[in-house]
């Protein structure tokens, strides 16, 4: 404001201050450059011996805030520091988003390559510094566990330029959902929950906190899967083949509950069957089934698919003859 003001007592001149109307003041002068330049901002130093500071965020250098304006020398560089490094790694989360991912599957299981690996370090050394390992392997895995956890919930949380300039209509809007950040952490986090408990005030809950994906939207999710589940089972009349079986490689099959001649008041004409096959990794061979193929579940509607059931004559009764013997060898007595 010093500087302000004598440029402009400058331009006025002698004669200018005597006939300047309304009377002037630094209060006066500060208040017209807020009014005409509304992208101007204005604080208050620490020291408010100081004039107070006026200043342009989106021309003044580096982009830097108020309060690090206001901070001494050594504040002013670290909080530059730390500028330039979230300027940094938003530019990385915006390019690791935009980077094509398959739709070829659900990933629920976490790893490094979910997030850019310069966040994930950043947030590692703030928990434990720069250090590779701890003192034990148990140790480690945990920090490494935790970093991953906090670096896909940055990522699930970040919002665009594009997201923080919308002015909406509303002052109750929130931030509309972005899918293409959804990640392992959010989504597993949300599936593990729901199947567990089913309670949508628990999931609630979390999503508020970032945690995981809302309940609607892990609905959505599990009709994806379904429908997923049905457009395989087209390829197989009516019968579902994980895609991880492949051709030639041994596997155990287990089945249980098969129902043969089912004739209840709740079941007639019915079948129940349960197979089931242990998962097999690294195996070499051609994959018998495509694919599944997650798409974006538009509603709670699960594709319909029928199979037609051969037809299948229900067995005559036979006479047991063991009664028949019994009543004549009962006749003899």
């Known amino acids: 404001m010093d500087a302000i003001e004598t440029t402009y007592l400058n331009m006025l001149g002698a004669d200018g201050l005597e006939n300047h109307s309304p009377a002037f003041t630094r209060k006066w002068l500060k ?3 807020l ?3 509304p992208s101007v901002k204005s604080f208050l130093q620490t020291d408010r011996r100081k004039s107070a500071v006026l200043y342009s ?4 250098e580096e982009g830097m805030v108020h309060c690090a304006i206001a901070r001494d020398d050594d504040g002013v560089t670290q909080m530059k520091a730390i500028y330039k490094s979230a300027q940094v790694i938003r530019k990385l989360i915006e390019d690791f988003t935009k980077k094509d991912k398959p739709s070829t599957a659900l990933p629920v299981s976490s790893n490094i390559d979910d997030v850019p690996a310069e966040l994930y370090t950043l947030i590692r050394w703030i928990m434990v510094g720069p250090v590779q390992d701890l003192e034990h392997e148990t140790r480690t895995s945990a920090v490494n566990r935790a970093a991953l956890a906090v670096s896909q919930n940055i990522m699930f ?3 665009s330029n594009r997201q923080v300039k919308y002015k909406p209509s509303s002052d109750t809007a929130t931030f509309g959902p ?3 950040r959804e990640n392992p952490q959010v989504l597993g986090l949300g599936q593990t929950v729901h199947h567990d408990t089913r309670s949508k005030m628990l999931m609630d809950l979390l999503n508020g906190q970032g945690h995981c994906v809302s309940y609607g939207r892990t609905l959505l999710i599990e009709t994806a899967l379904a429908n997923a589940v049905v457009e395989n089972t087209t390829h197989f009349q009516g019968l579902y083949v994980p895609p ?6 041994f596997v155990f099959f287990a089945a249980d509950n098969t129902d043969f001649a089912e004739d209840t008041t709740d079941g007639k004409h019915s079948w129940n069957g349960y197979c089931s096959v242990p998962e097999t990794t690294d195996v070499p061979g051609e994959p018998i089934a495509p694919p599944l193929v997650i798409g974006d579940a538009q509603s709670l509607s699960v594709t319909p698919y029928h199979v037609d059931v051969l037809h299948c004559d229900k067995p005559k009764p036979q ?3 063991r009664t028949e013997d019994f009543i004549q060898r009962g006749g003899s007595l």
């Not at 991880?244 to 490689?249: S, V």
């Open 319 to 321: 006479p047991i003859h």
């Open 244 to 249: 991880f079986l492949k051709k030639g490689a």
């Open 35 to 37: 009014t005409e330049l």
């Open 57 to 60: 965020p989106d021309a003044c």
């Open 178 to 180: 972005h899918h293409i």
């Open 31 to 33: 208040e017209k450059i």
């Open 157 to 159: 949380g970040f919002k």
